[in-house]
DNA sequence: ATATGTGCAAATCCTTTGCATAGAA
DNA sequence: TTCTATGCAAAGGATTTGCACATAT
């Protein structure tokens, strides 16, 4: 676990300090990772590997759709994101790995930070014996309101 | 599955049960829907495509893919289903269409209810402006315990 | 008859994978 | 070198769709 480099994690980050936070996460600092890292951790946000690749896309940055995939489950595994299993479309990926839940738009997909203050969920759930709290999510769905 | 309680709608079905149960809903009662409400609707439970058309094959009742998709949606859409989007790999559809949340385990993918009284989702979160709450799904990945 | 439903196969869409090439240590 | 990463295209798996045939009212 690194928590060396940066206090909140989210401050706009140099080439050292993001190559600084691979590194003490077991990544190797390559040039494409370096990329991906730039757009995807400098601020909270959920991304997409499609979203990413658009994004690289449209700053003159070639990467192959291999190495987003690659890359950002590879920064899931290695605790730098969150996977978000809440939408059968598309694999969403969270550069804030603190506890929080989602809104998400069913129209548009887009997902939004639930205020980690406004909701809480109470009471301890019985869970089957022998297993253990591997992460918990929480999303409202919202619609554009009808009439 | 203990049927240690009987939520509304979940009763043993007969034939005849099931057939206005359909048309209640909008739906024409045609032998392949009565097949699948049959296996489906008769008790709580959470079932994928792949379950319905495998136990349909071990009943002896030929159905094709394309309709066990198609009736299940269309049981989701006329509200006899609701359809869980919390896995990736797969469209869960819950035939507890009440309110409640949900514990799956991560290596299986199984899922189960979480008992309705014992966790609660506390506080009103700001919606974004123009939108209703379309639904809510609280889900607890659970593992087997380690050490 | 006339509108609907079913089944098969092909098509889609997201994601992963195999393998040859390129880059880093 | 020697190990690891990248890129391309093909593979994979769940779900949808087009269309001809069958069914129901």
Redesign the pocket.
């Known amino acids: 676990m690194p928590a060396s480099s940066t206090p909140l994690g989210h401050e706009p980050l140099s080439q050292e300090a993001l190559r600084a936070r691979l590194t003490a996460h077991g990544?190797?600092?390559?040039?494409?990772?370096l990329e991906i890292a730039a757009l995807v951790l400098s601020e909270p946000q959920h991304v997409?590997?499609?979203i990413v690749l658009s994004r690289l896309g449209a700053l003159g940055r070639?990467?192959?759709?291999?190495?987003?995939?690659?890359?950002l489950?590879?920064f899931a595994a290695r605790g730098l994101l969150r996977t978000l299993a809440i939408d059968?479309?598309?694999?969403w990926f969270d550069s804030n790995t603190d506890a929080h839940f989602h809104i998400q738009h069913v129209d548009s997909g887009e997902l939004v930070d639930l205020d980690p203050h406004s909701v809480r969920l109470v009471g301890l759930p019985p869970l089957p014996p022998g297993t253990e709290v591997a992460g918990i999510e929480v999303v409202i769905r919202v619609r554009a309101q009808t009439g």
Do not use: F
């Open positions: 990544i190797g600092a390559t040039a494409q990772r997409t590997a499609e070639r990467v192959s759709k291999a190495t987003v995939y690659n890359t489950n590879l059968p479309d598309v694999t």
